[in-house]
């Protein structure tokens, strides 16, 4: 038996995804560094709790408006904290 899980994904995933595409030019030594850049991800989703959903739909509507604004902060917090994260080893390897 085959089991299809291709609609399984994790909620946090496209926040952190669009959280760092929004603060990325504001890091010029990360700007037009892709794999840093999704280093910074990788940083920031390991930072949060997962919450997995099938569909979007399925969050909206067992989410509260606290609920969700708390999740909003989560990520943005994270990103901010694994953007510092990613800079300090960038520059902790440049140095050698």
């Known amino acids: 038996?085959?089991?299809?899980?291709?609609?399984?994904?994790?909620?946090?995933?496209?926040?952190?995804?669009d959280a760092v595409s929004a603060a990325a030019p504001d890091h010029?030594?990360?700007?037009?560094r892709e794999d840093l850049l999704a280093d910074v991800a990788c940083v920031a989703l390991n930072r949060l709790q997962p919450r997995y959903i099938r569909h979007m739909?399925?969050?909206?509507?067992?989410?509260?408006?606290?609920e969700?604004?708390?999740t909003e902060k989560a990520v943005t917090d994270a990103v901010e904290y694994a953007f510092g994260?990613?800079?300090?080893?960038?520059?902790?390897?440049?140095?050698?």
């Open 1 to 17: 038996m085959s089991i299809d899980f291709t609609s399984i994904r994790n909620h946090n995933e496209q926040g952190v995804f």
């Open 28 to 32: 010029p030594g990360l700007t037009g």
């Open 57 to 66: 739909v399925d969050l909206a509507f067992y989410q509260s408006e606290r």
């Open 68 to 70: 969700r604004q708390e």
């Open 85 to 96: 994260f990613v800079q300090a080893r960038t520059a902790m390897r440049a140095r050698g």
